[in-house]
């Protein structure tokens, strides 16, 4: 090993020390953790867990909570992920084309919840939707209508988590498009013009596939953040009502510190991480021939 690799490696042992703690320790950990029956009374002894395989792993795919968990963050993601692109994609056109003044002022407002506190702004969301005090509640008053509970009904708890999160991550999205059409060349799109196409057919067969790359890249961000979805129901719902709400990030939470069954927890967690590579994987490979 030269001097050169030699300095490399020195300069790169506290950020080793600090990855191997905090990271890949506490990883390894719970993925040792999840083939035991580890729980509050082993914390102190840890070594005391009793080893009991892949019997966290079966007993998942037995509990109907985590099933519904499962199908929960399912719904969220395959309604939101669209939802979100859909809208950001709209938004990034539309200032990149269609706003000509402020358009500063109106990527910062779009922008804005992405930087916010997620608590504070479930929190206030809370309040908008609260069927008695709430400011939706207060406007359907003044016109003699009666506003549903959006967070107590069973049917509309998830679309209104859906709505928050879709609201909260269109910055996020728009800011990468805005970037992706920003980078198309100006050539392209005047020989678009040139060759007789409209507004729709330019955005459709320039703009859309020339984006492709920058969709790939928000689509899968998004999925990932979807998939993890936690604070939205924990602090609006707490997975009501009857669990319609529960997520999966939520139910490992409960199960790994509410009711302590930290070995179930990690279970849940490897489940999860499963999931998401395989959701990654497949929409790399669906995507990888028109982005090369």
Known sequence: MGVQHLAGWLFSTPFLAVFGTFMALPILATLVMSFTDFGLGNVTDPFSAK???????????????FVDALL???????????????????????????????????????YAPVVTSIVAVAVVWRFVLDPSDGLIAGVASEVGLTAPDFLGSETLAMPSLIALAVWRNLGTV???FL???????????????????????EFRRITVPLLRPTTLY????????????????FVMTQGGPSNSTMTVSLDMYREGFNFFHMGYASAMAYVLLVVIMAITMLQLRLLKDNTT
Request: no cysteine; charged share 15%.
């Open 179 to 201: 970037a992706g059409l920003q980078a198309i060349p100006g050539e392209v799109r005047e020989a678009a013009r040139l060759d007789g196409a409209g507004a729709w057919g």
């Open 51 to 65: 080893f009991i395989g892949f019997g966290n792993y079966t007993r998942l795919f037995h509990d109907a909570t």
């Open 218 to 233: 928000a689509t899968v961000i998004t999925t990932i953040g979807y998939l993890n979805v936690f604070e939205e129901p």
């Open 72 to 110: 929960n963050t399912a719904y969220f993601v395959v309604v939101g992920v669209p939802l979100t692109i859909a809208l950001g994609m709209a938004a990034a056109v539309l200032l990149n084309s269609g706003v000509d003044r402020a358009r500063t002022l109106f990527r910062v407002g779009f």
């Open 174 to 176: 728009m800011v990468l």
